[in-house]
């Protein structure tokens, strides 16, 4: 079992900065690719950004420039900082995290940019 806290999410005003953390607990050895998910108010989940357990990462075309994807493997936490924020970035954001071939998710942070 994993489980996965989100923490850092908060009110902010457009053009400024978050940073999201995900922090693992539980019985494993190692994490293989995580990832951040947000979802709106009346919208689906869309993907923001993944980083392989070797540090190889994607972005969201809506994010890249903006938002860095990172982890730290002996922390077993992963992170999200969010430069430039734009109103439209407000969402639940959730982690996630595959291991044992299952992925878990966390419960997510609110994160809600103001214009």
């Known amino acids: 079992q994993v489980q996965l806290v989100e923490s850092g999410g908060g009110l902010v005003q457009a053009g400024g900065s978050l940073r999201l953390s995900c922090a693992a607990s539980?019985?494993?050895?190692?994490?293989?690719?995580m990832g951040w998910y947000r979802q709106a108010p009346g919208k689906q989940r869309e993907l923001v950004a993944t980083?392989?357990?070797?540090?190889?990462?994607e972005y969201a075309d809506s994010v890249k420039g903006r938002f860095t994807i990172s982890r730290d493997n002996a922390k077993n936490t992963m992170y999200l900082q969010m430069n430039s924020l734009k109103p439209e970035d407000t969402a639940v954001y959730s982690c996630?995290?595959?291991?044992?071939?299952?992925?878990?998710w966390g419960r997510g942070t609110q994160v809600t940019v103001s214009s």
């Open positions: 539980g019985r494993f050895f190692v994490l293989n690719a």
């Open positions: 996630n995290a595959q291991a044992f071939g299952v992925l878990y």
């Open positions: 980083i392989t357990n070797g540090g190889n990462t």
